[in-house]
C-alpha cells in the first residue's frame, strides 16, 4: 500500500501542475485526471465516476485573476487515490466503492480549505523567484530567468506532493478504522450521497455557469433524451 | 552597421512553445510577469546582438503581465512585431510596452470566457455524456478536444498576433467570438439536460430502484432544488452539506 499511494501520489503531482502552472491542455480535470490514476491504481471505473462528479461541481469555479478556487484536480486525485486504495484493504472491501467515495469526497472539503490556504502561501513565495530572475538580469545574466521560471514550478510541485502524500495516508487510515464502526444506514446515506453528486453538480453549472434564460433548454434537452432512451428500449 | 536579423517562424514557435510556461511562476505581485519574460527572451536575444541593448529591452519587460493563458502568446507576438522594428530602425510605429499593457485586460476578458467559461465546460459536459453512455475513452475525448484546440490556438495566436501586431484586437473582435460563446452556451444546456435521463439509466449512478420515470422525476426534482440553492447564492460547499445531510435523513426515515 505504501509505494502504491507514494507512486500514484507522484504521478498526481505532476498531473496537477497542468491545471494552472504548465501546459494546460487539461489533463489536469478532473474528468481526464481521476480516471487517469484509477487506471493505474488498478479500477478505472471508480476513477471515472469520481471524476464526473467532481468535474461537474466545481465547473464553474474559475481561476481567473488573483482569485484562489478549490483546486478541483486535487481533490478528485485524492478522493480517487483513497477511495481506488481503500477498496482493496481487507477492512473496506466489504463496503460499497460508492459509499466509501462519498464519505472520503465530503471529508476531503475542509483538506480543499486547508489546500487553497497553501496555494496562496506559495504564490506569494514565487515572488521571490522573480525578484531573483530580475536582479540577474541586471547584472547581465539572462539565462536565469529559464530557471526561475521553472522554480516556480517546482514550489507548486513540492505544494502537491506534500498535500496529497499527507493526506492520502492520512484519510487511508483513517478510513479504515472508521468506517467499520460506522452503521449500515450512514453508509448507505453516503452511497445515496454519491449518487446524487452529479446532479448536484449539474445544478451548479446551470445555477452559477449558465443562467436562468438556458432553463429551458436544459429542460428541453431532459425530454429529448428520455424520448431517446425510451426508442432504444423500444427498438 | 549591426547585423539586422529578422524574426523567423521559427522564433515564433519558439514563443508559442515556451507559452506553455507563462504560468510555471505565476505571483500576486507580478502574476505572469516572469512568464512573459521567459516568452520572449529567445527572440529578443536574437533581433538584439548588442548585450547591453538586450539587457535593458528584458528589464523593460520585468513587471506586471496578466492575461489568459491561451492568449498570452498573440501579446507576445505583436510585442516582438514592434521590438524588431526597433531594433532594426531605432524607432517602431507603437511602443511595443504599450502594446503589451493594452491588449492583455481585453484577451484576459475574452479568453477567460472563451477558453474557461465556455469550451471547458461545453467540452465536459460533452465527455460527461458520452462516459455516461458507456464510451469508456470519454476522458480521451475531452483531452483530444481541449488539448488539440488550445494548442493550436497558442500556435495561431502567436502567428496572428506578431503578423497584425496592435490590430490583433480588431481582427479577433471581427471573429465574433460572443456569439460562439453563446451558441456553445445553448449546446452545453441541451447536453446537460440530456445527461440526466443517461444518469438514470447507468447503473453505477441509478438512484433507487425504481423505474425509469420515477428515478427521472426524482433526480430532475433534486436538480431542480440544487438549482434553486445555488440561485440563492449558496456556496458549492454548502449545497454539498446539504445533500449530504438529505441523504442522511433519507436513509434513517425510509427503509433499507
Known sequence: MFFEIILAVLIASLIALDRTAIVQVMISQPIVASPIIGYLLGDFLLGLKIGIAVQLLWLPALQIGAAIVPNSSLASLLICIVSVVGEKLPQLSIYSAEAVCGIVFISVLPLMWIEEKIDTFVRKKNYLWFVFARNRIAEGDTSSIGVANLGGTLFFFIKNFVFLCISAFFLTNLFSIVIPHLPRKIMFSFEIFFKILPLAGISAVLGELLNRKYYFLFATGVIIQMVIVIIYYIL | ?256
Not at chain 2, 4 to 26: E, M, P, T, Y
Not at chain 2, 28 to 47: A, D, E, P, V
Not at chain 2, 74 to 86: F, H
Open chain 2, 1 to 256: 552597421m549591426a547585423e539586422i536579423v529578422k524574426i523567423s517562424i521559427f522564433d515564433l514557435i519558439g514563443i508559442a512553445l515556451r507559452s506553455f510556461f507563462v504560468q510555471a511562476c505565476w505571483n500576486f505581485n507580478k502574476m505572469q510577469g516572469l512568464g512573459f519574460l521567459f516568452m520572449i527572451r529567445g527572440t529578443l536575444s536574437k533581433i538584439y546582438k548588442d548585450k547591453e541593448l538586450f539587457t535593458k529591452s528584458l528589464l523593460k519587460y520585468a513587471d506586471f503581465f496578466n492575461t489568459n493563458p491561451y492568449f498570452a502568446p498573440a501579446i507576445a507576438g505583436a510585442v516582438m512585431k514592434y521590438e524588431e522594428e526597433l531594433a532594426i530602425q531605432g524607432t517602431s510605429s507603437f511602443n511595443p510596452e504599450a502594446i503589451k499593457a493594452s491588449l492583455m485586460g481585453p484577451f484576459g476578458a475574452i479568453g477567460d470566457s472563451l477558453f474557461w467559461s465556455t469550451l471547458r465546460p461545453v467540452i465536459s459536459a460533452v465527455a460527461i455524456f458520452a462516459a455516461l453512455a458507456n464510451i469508456s475513452y470519454a476522458p480521451i475525448i475531452f483531452l483530444g478536444v481541449y488539448g488539440i484546440i488550445s494548442i493550436v490556438f497558442r500556435f495561431y495566436a502567436t502567428f496572428i498576433g506578431y503578423k497584425y501586431g496592435k490590430d490583433i484586437i480588431n481582427k479577433i473582435s471581427r471573429l465574433n467570438l460572443y456569439t460562439l460563446i453563446n451558441r456553445l452556451k445553448n449546446i452545453m444546456a441541451l447536453i446537460l439536460g440530456a445527461v440526466i435521463p443517461l444518469l438514470e439509466i447507468n447503473k453505477n449512478f441509478m438512484l433507487v430502484g425504481h423505474s425509469f420515470f420515477v428515478n427521472i422525476l426524482i433526480a430532475f426534482g433534486i436538480v431542480n432544488l440544487c438549482f434553486v440553492l445555488f440561485l440563492k447564492r449558496l456556496t458549492t460547499t454548502a449545497v454539498i452539506f446539504i445533500v449530504m445531510f438529505g441523504c442522511i435523513m433519507y436513509a434513517y426515515i425510509f427503509p433499507l
